[in-house]
């Protein structure tokens, strides 16, 4: 393994170039790094070896594309044991669907594995290109692998993602080749989280408004994390009656609002606030954290005796919970830890203790006459989708500034694990609906696309033509395939932060500049002013 790498899938990477030392900014380090391109290489091999024996590809072939294009995602997988399994059994399907291949010492291209430093290496514009596709697809896997895990899935979601990795290994294929298929990565991601939508709400019920705690109870409790709500419903029916509460973090707080997973009593309440600050937060606190899914930091030795990971998230010497979802070991932690001997108050970071999220489609959309009659009386003259990603760079705090500076007959929007900048705001509320809602998780993007195409049919207008701005912070894959399927509608004005992605380059950062009219954040107070016109 080399002892160096190259990535720049994320907002963080080093110098907003890329990280090319012996670790990446997140933890990451070079031979993983490196695992995680021989991965990818090896997906893309499968592709080329599935092209024209179509009829071999089975279910499970499927799932280890979904599941190893979500072990690369940034903050997910820091195993390499767990990598090297991923690619064994790339490589083992490999040989299944075109079992003469291996004894053929002829490389024909057709079933080679891809060395991703030709990516890496390529003409900028084709990286760029190349770069939005594999990170767009890494995405939507995480979306795939959640509504999988619920036994939802979609042919023509599976089937983009082969046509996808193999477009990744044409070294000769232009712009003229790979543009459409950037576009199309966010066709497909629409259905790929409409998909997701369905699996949720089918299975859990349409969220609702709830109110959530940020008090954490005396006694034994478990905090869970991540994104995979499968791995919420088991621990809740595993905890049951055993006097051990569950306190969801991060991306999970919307959980709260599911029907099927809020009545269970014992779960309790949201602990801490964004990923990023979990080293601080879960320093000393007298429980085990579960991760089931990112975004997952290198665990501090003062707590790694106290994390448990599963699904595809995992970290070397991190105790692992299987595919039996068998949680004892996590509850036998939290009894032995003991909690808190009398309530502990936590508070957001701008001081609330509590917080409210459940505002999705369904609820959203249900008070629709209301909210139109709002509009036209002119009670409500905008509406903010201020929501998007988290993360540690310095100026994310123009998001918490931006929403304290929304004028007061304006409704905010959010969704994602940005809201926790200003979640724990009082905005008041206009027309009888509050101005802060949260739609859920970045997972729950689906819910914001069809509160606006429903607000724009019902106005007889376009998207663009809406009283609606959106101004987005990003940090990792997820939020590239929203962004793309956000251009496959032809949303236009998009305002980006903290910074650009390092994978654009000038040439394809023009073209959306120029085609969706696509802009970075500057100052609160002149972009709430360019937007309100």
């Known amino acids: 393994m080399t002892n160096k790498m190259f990535c720049f899938q994320c907002e963080q990477t080093a110098c907003g170039t890329a990280c090319t030392g012996a670790a990446g900014v997140c933890g990451k380090k070079a031979d993983t790094a490196r695992l995680q391109d021989m991965l990818t290489g090896a997906l893309i091999g499968l592709a080329r070896c599935a092209e024209g024996n179509e009829d071999l590809i089975t279910p499970s072939t499927h799932s280890l594309i979904i599941e190893s294009l979500f072990a690369t995602l940034t903050n997910v997988s820091f195993d390499n044991n767990a990598l090297n399994a ?256 009398e309530d502990k108050e936590f508070s957001g970071i701008n001081g609330g203790t509590r917080v409210m999220t459940g505002f999705a489609r369904n609820t959203v959309l249900s008070a629709a006459d209301k909210i139109i009659d709002a509009v036209k009386g002119g009670a409500i003259k905008h509406f903010f989708l201020v929501g998007g990603c988290d993360g540690a760079k310095a100026g994310r705090n123009y998001y918490t500034e931006f929403v304290k500076q929304t004028p007061a007959d304006s409704i905010v929007l959010t969704l994602a694990c940005g809201k926790y900048r200003f979640n724990d705001l009082d905005l008041g509320s206009i027309g009888g609906f509050p101005r802060l809602m949260d739609i859920g998780q970045c997972n729950d993007a689906y819910s914001a696309v069809q509160i606006a195409l429903a607000l724009s049919e019902t106005f007889g207008c376009g998207v663009n033509e809406l009283p609606l701005s959106m101004v987005l912070s990003w940090y990792e894959q997820k939020a590239v395939c929203i962004l793309l399927t956000l251009l496959h509608l032809g949303v236009k004005n998009i305002l980006i932060g903290p910074s650009l992605p390092a994978f654009l380059s000038p040439n394809v950062l023009n073209y959306l500049v120029e085609n969706y009219s696509i802009a970075p954040i500057t100052a609160p107070e002149e972009d709430l002013k360019k937007l309100l016109g």
């Open 86 to 341: 991923l690619l064994q059994r790339a490589e083992a399907e490999k040989r299944r669907i075109v079992p003469d291949c291996s004894v053929c010492s002829s490389s024909c291209g057709r079933n080679d594995d891809y060395d991703m430093q030709k990516l890496w290496t390529a003409d900028e514009d084709i990286r760029s290109l190349k770069s939005l596709i594999l990170f767009g697809i890494r995405g939507m896997a995480a979306y795939a692998y959640h509504a999988a895990v619920l036994g939802y899935t979609d042919d023509s979601v599976n089937g983009f993602f082969y046509k996808a990795l193999f477009a990744l290994g044409m070294d000769d294929w232009g712009m003229d080749e790979l543009l459409p298929i950037v576009m199309e990565t966010g066709e497909i991601n629409l259905k790929c989280m409409a998909l997701l939508d369905q699996a949720n709400t089918e299975t859990y019920g349409h969220p609702v408004p709830t109110e959530v705690s940020l008090t954490v109870e005396k006694g034994p409790f478990i905090v869970i994390s991540g994104h995979d709500l499968f791995d919420l419903k088991k621990l809740l029916e595993q905890t049951e009656g055993k006097g051990v509460n569950i306190y969801t973090h991060g991306e999970m707080l919307p959980a709260h609002a599911y029907p099927e997973l809020k009545k269970y009593p014992h779960l309790k309440g949201n602990f801490g606030t964004a990923w990023q600050n979990q080293q601080k937060e879960f320093a000393d606190i007298p429980a085990p954290v579960l991760f089931t899914t990112n975004c997952l930091m290198p665990p501090k030795a003062s707590y790694s005796d106290r994390v448990f990971t599963t699904e595809a998230v995992s970290y070397p010497e991190i105790a692992h919970i299987g595919a039996d979802k068998d949680f004892t070991p996590v509850i036998e932690k939290a009894l032995a830890l003991g909690g808190y001997t």
